[in-house]
């Protein structure tokens, strides 16, 4: 079983806060990744690291900003969260190559009100 | 640019029933292929992939895949559902050239095992 974390798993909010959602890893991944899903769609990627010191923006785009300072710690932040912003957000990692799975972590399912 | 189309959004099947689940990918260069399975308030759960090699992928909980490089697909089956299997399924691909590490995700089906 992977072990990749995700915390919280639930969060409902209020417009203009500033939210962090938190994703760690004990794999010692290189790779790491943020989706956003919303009910019944696809999963979009939104942002992704490659290692230390390295983002990406992914293929859709999101107010979101994220950091990796350490290999293990992926947050992402929201610095004012909006009603648009509410969805399930999922972290993943996997380790460099293409052809590695991709982990999944269970997922934070955000609501802004 | 490579995409990954599931045509059926849900699929109903009763229990015992064989089920088959559809993934067509586009891509000009060779692919890794995966089957992911979603359950209800849960992240992605790797069910098989496809790196290279035989064509017919086994997986975990009985279920299997082919790859048709011609046909450009990678179906999921099962000979026989339980009703633990409603859950919502999705394939990726991943391009193999370095530097392309993505995955690209098809919608999802969502398959409902009935009793």
């Known amino acids: 079983e992977a072990d990749i974390y995700q915390t919280p798993r639930y969060l409902v909010i209020g417009t203009g806060k500033k939210i962090t959602l938190e994703c760690s890893q004990t794999?010692?991944?290189?790779?790491m990744y943020w989706y956003q899903q919303d009910p019944g769609m696809e999963l979009h990627l939104i942002h992704y690291?490659?290692?230390?010191?390295?983002?990406e923006k992914g293929d859709l785009s999101s107010e979101s900003t994220v950091s990796r300072i350490r290999t293990e710690h992926f947050p992402l932040t929201l610095e004012s969260a909006r009603p648009s912003h509410t969805s399930q957000y999922l972290c993943?990692?996997?380790?460099?190559?293409?052809?590695?799975?991709?982990?999944f972590g269970p997922g934070t399912r955000l609501t802004v009100t | 640019a490579q995409s990954v189309t599931q045509l059926d959004s849900q699929v109903p099947v009763f229990e015992e029933a064989p089920v088959e689940l559809r993934c067509n990918y586009s891509?000009?260069?060779?692919?890794?292929l995966f089957w992911y399975v979603q359950y209800p308030n849960q992240g992605l759960q790797l069910l098989l992939k496809y790196l290279s090699g035989s064509t017919l992928v086994k997986g975990i909980n009985g279920f299997e895949a082919e790859f048709n490089k011609s046909q450009t697909s990678f179906h999921l089956r099962k000979p026989s559902v339980h009703i633990s299997d409603t859950a919502e399924y999705f394939c990726a691909v991943s391009e193999g050239p370095p530097g392309t590490y993505k995955y690209i995700f098809g919608t999802g089906t969502r398959l409902k095992v009935l009793a």
């Open positions: 690291s490659y290692g230390v010191n390295s983002t």
């Open positions: 794999m010692g991944h290189d790779k």
């Open positions: 891509s000009s260069v060779s692919v890794y």
């Open positions: 993943a990692s996997s380790e460099l190559g293409s052809y590695y799975e991709q982990y």
